[in-house]
């Protein structure tokens, strides 16, 4: 452990800047946005999961009154096929086009095919009634393991398997296959006393945000194009537009207002295109908005998988060998996360031996997207309830076999990195000391369960300038939009720096044209780089400052020093000034002060946790309930300790809702038969308890103060925690994602 | 289109009138014609709460309700809980227990929280976690909100 430090602000719980504007309803959300002369576009969707789009009519919902402009894919600039880099990895430009408006295929019920703007949203409505497509409609590939076999549908003639560096001969829906390697698995898999080999399958979830996707678009005269919408950066949707659009990106201002969630489902375009569009063929402000059935059918959800695991261990709890195949449904188009459910699978674990082969896999159902910890969750509920039936077998129990195998500094992944100083040990040992992991279990029908989990986090780019008042407060000014309270948590390094309180900074979350360019908030990256470069555009606004006093008093500047909120001359005079006073003298001194900085940080440093649960199954109804729930995680430093609390528990619940009953449910055409929330049922504050955070400090030496991201690793062991528990309860081993009652119900041989 | 209808009814205390299509619902209309953007569209078919108001003392999803309906009726919103230099005791407890993240959910749980504490000013927890079942966060995971509105019950 490295040394406490004593802060002032950081550790601290104040009130968030942006609260009061939220709990009055003043916020303004993308849907909020007003501007005079506005009109409301809708969009029409495929009703087929899989059709050749024959022709499209759009003469009849022109003519309807009302109706100012319809928009197809013809509308679109014909896509090169090319790949672009667009701040979440390479995609093909042609695939992004297409998912915006289909071109010639529909790929799945939901996918866009046209689009009108009308003076009200229920004339828009209206209107795309009155568009005639005709389709004809091919069989759909709706699940992993049927869209990888020899004579499935194809989906895409042009798809051939990229394999390891080598590229196939003929159409597949299998767009690539990946492979990390360490060690050999065929020694490990010999040394071992016993191997456990087990399958999983895993539903599509969608990340279910309250608030749906939004976009207001205005084309000036000018050509100039600004967009006001809910995202998860808005430099991301400048990138985009401009290659959709194929259009300058120093005409595109993109404005972000209040987002109501995203959980990595709002990085990614989808109606602000169209919004263009439409706003460029009418000449007139154009909202679009999604309603909720838009939202789980039109957007990218995550992907259901098909997963093995096999993993061998000695008599005495080592593990030898692990291996795991995992195919991802990419959905419509390639890119799927299974690249980093491979990195993250075996990564708590220092073993020897390790073979992992991804798969991505093009299926009829919308694109996915990421969503908290893309891929891990997935993997985890394999590799997890593997490690628990191994701790079973060998009588150990499952979290000192966790200690016994854990990863530490110097440790490497299979897929390359070297750890850093990490936290997975504290985790495991903080919640084999919590009071939960040692309180009675004996009920029946009752169980427990552990499950850790690992996440990368990402650096990426931040930009921060800060701005001294005459008052001794400071404006912050970023481009990270807040999605969870990281106004706070970037206001609060810089206040640490400055010597000041939290409530004297003013943090404002601004538009593309108004600073420099920052990365979308995921990753769990926006407190770790965006408050790094809020700590270095701090450190540049007191280095200004010192040569400010260093003027006031004529001295050297470097005979003057800055320690909580003073200057004060050394070395001879015997000058002191707060950063208050100093603030009121800057016009004489020189002139204002603009602190700035821009990082890429590179040391994101890894997160874990370990989740302890309990509960209750009902062997009549197959319903499990949880009863207590304790998760414990390395944060590194708790920056604000209630909102990485509130991620904790949030994550949390969110994997107990993929654990026991979200999931997309098609029939047999490739038709999502429960697209809204009341059948999409994700957890209400009756389905749970208390989440109990337990927050556990190893700082992160990539960020001064030792910041780690903190809000994608806890959802990754709820599912296999939950599954694990349900063994321990009624000793059925559920390996099918989401564990609702009718699926207990039959593993347990009751239906 | 249908011929607009003139309604009179009282918003957060202050009488109001509008004109709104049959067709349009009170979220509509408080969203699109009052300018009142406090209420959110969640799902738009009663299952996320993210647009409560209080109707004559009753907690409704202003997107079941028609704007035709309030005619003669009384609305509380979100706009209307603070006093202009005092929050109310629900908003105070939302935020001294950073009861929120993105923050979309929160104008509907401060309502449903209003019109539970209204009528029973000391909830227990399993009270509390029944009366917002019709209330969705994705965020928060609702410990921290069923520990604001408790809070909020005993500060009152």
């Known amino acids: ?751 | 289109m249908a011929r607009k209808s003139h309604v009179q009814t009282t918003i957060n205390g202050e009488a109001v009138e509008f004109l709104c299509e049959p067709r349009q619902s009170l979220l509509e209309v408080l969203r699109d014609e009052l300018h009142l953007t406090g209420a959110k569209e969640g799902c738009n078919n009663g299952n996320c709460g993210a647009c409560s108001v209080i109707l004559d003392g009753r907690l409704v999803n202003s997107c079941l309700v028609l704007g035709v309906e309030t005619d003669g009726k009384s609305v509380e919103t979100i706009e209307g809980l603070a006093d202009p230099d005092k929050l109310h005791p629900i908003q105070d407890a939302f935020l001294e227990n950073a009861a929120l993240q993105c923050g979309i959910c929160t104008p509907g749980f401060i309502i449903s929280a209003k019109a539970l504490l209204d009528q029973n000013p000391n909830p227990t927890e399993h009270e509390v976690r029944y009366w917002l079942a019709g209330n969705l966060c994705r965020c928060t995971g609702y410990d921290k909100i069923v520990r604001a509105v408790l809070d909020a019950a005993a500060a009152t």
């Open chain 1, 1 to 751: 452990m490295s040394e406490k430090k004593e802060y002032k602000v950081i550790g601290t719980r104040p009130i968030r800047h942006d609260g009061v504007d939220k709990v009055t309803g003043r916020a303004i959300y993308g849907a909020d946005f007003q501007i005079t002369g506005l009109l409301h576009g809708r969009v029409l969707r495929s009703p087929h999961a899989h059709a050749r789009i024959v022709s499209i009519d759009t003469s009849r919902a022109e003519a309807h009154p009302g109706v100012k402009g319809v928009v197809t894919a013809q509308d679109l600039p014909e896509a090169e096929d090319k790949i672009a880099d667009l701040g979440e990895g390479a995609v093909s430009l042609k695939y992004l086009c297409d998912n915006i408006l289909a071109s010639d295929k529909a790929l799945y019920k939901g996918h866009a095919i046209a689009a009108v703007a009308a003076t009200d949203p229920h004339i828009a409505e209206e209107a795309c009634e009155l568009i005639d497509v005709e389709y004809e409609v091919l069989p759909p590939v709706l699940e992993v393991r049927a869209a990888m076999e020899p004579d499935a549908p194809i989906i895409h003639e042009n798809i051939r398997t990229s394999s390891l560096g080598e590229t196939g001969d003929k159409p597949s829906n299998v767009a690539s296959h990946i492979q990390f390697k360490k060690g050999d698995i065929e020694k490990g898999f010999d040394e071992a006393d016993i191997v456990i080999e087990r399958e999983f399958v895993t539903g599509t979830v969608h990340q279910g945000y309250i608030e749906p996707h939004n976009a207001t678009a205005l084309y000036n005269p000018d050509g100039q194009l600004t967009v006001w919408c809910s995202t998860q950066g808005a430099f991301t949707v400048r990138e985009q537009l401009a290659e959709i659009l194929q259009y300058p990106i120093s005409k595109i201002k993109v404005v972000p207002l209040e987002i109501g969630g995203g959980f990595g489902g709002k990085i990614n375009v989808y109606i602000k295109p169209v919004a263009a569009l439409l706003a460029k063929k009418t000449g007139k402000p154009v909202k679009v908005l999604m309603n909720r059935a838009d939202v789980f059918e039109g957007t990218g959800p995550t992907p259901a998988s098909y997963i093995t695991v096999k993993m061998g261990a000695t008599k005495d709890g080592k593990i030898t060998a692990a291996q795991t195949s995992m195919a991802f449904e990419a959905g419509a188009y390639p890119g799927s996360p299974v690249g980093a459910g491979a990195m993250c699978i075996f990564a708590p674990y220092n073993t020897e031996n390790v073979l992992i082969d991804g798969y991505d896999v093009v299926v009829n159902k919308p694109k996915t997207a990421p969503y908290r910890a893309p891929g891990a969750t997935n993997a985890a509920f394999g590799s997890e309830t593997v490690i628990d039936e191994l701790a079973e077998e060998l009588n150990i129990d499952p979290l000192e076999i966790r200690l016994m195998n854990g990863a530490k500094e110097g440790d490497h992944r299979a897929d390359g990195p070297v750890f850093p100083r990490i936290g997975f040990i504290e985790t495991v040992e903080a919640a084999k000391s919590h009071p939960h992991y040692t309180a009675p279990n004996g009920k029946k029908h009752h169980g427990r369960g552990v499950a850790s989990g690992f996440w990368f986090n990402i650096g990426l780019e931040s930009s921060v300038t800060i701005n001294v008042n005459p008052d001794g407060t400071v404006n912050l000014v970023e481009g990270s939009t807040d999605i969870g309270g990281t106004r706070a948590s970037i206001a609060m390094q810089a206040a640490e720096v400055l010597g000041i309180p939290a409530e004297s900074v003013n943090p404002t979350v601004v538009d593309t044209n108004s600073i420099g360019y920052t990365a979308v908030t995921g990753g769990s990256r926006t407190t770790y780089a965006t408050g790094y470069a809020a700590y270095e555009a701090a450190q540049d606004v007191v280095r200004q400052m010192i040569e400010r006093a260093a003027k006031l008093w004529d001295v050297d500047e470097a005979n003057v020093q800055f320690t909580d909120g003073e200057f004060s001359s050394i070395n001879g005079k015997e000058e002191q000034i707060s950063f208050r006073d100093l603030s009121a003298r800057l016009g004489e001194t020189g002139g204002p002060v603009v602190g700035r900085a821009t990082m890429n940080p590179a040391g994101a440093g890894g997160a874990f946790a370990t989740h302890v649960v309990d509960v209750a199954v009902d062997e009549e109804t197959g319903k499990v309930e949880i009863l207590r729930y304790t998760a414990t995680q390395d944060a590194g430093k708790a920056i604000h300790p209630s909102y990485v609390e509130g991620q904790i528990q949030g994550g949390v619940v969110q994997g107990i809702g993929w654990a026991l009953n979200e999931e997309y449910i098609y029939n047999d055409e490739g038709e999502m038969t429960n697209a809204s929330f009341l059948d999409y049922r994700m957890p209400t504050c009756l389905d749970l308890p208390m989440i109990d955070a337990v927050i556990v400090e190893v700082p992160n030496p990539g960020h001064p103060y030792g910041v780690r991201g903190v809000g994608e690793v806890p959802i990754v062991p709820p599912p296999a925690a939950i599954a694990n528990a349900i063994y321990d309860a009624v000793g059925i081993r559920m390996t099918e994602l989401p564990m609702s009652p009718d699926r207990l119900l039959k593993a347990m041989g009751k239906i």
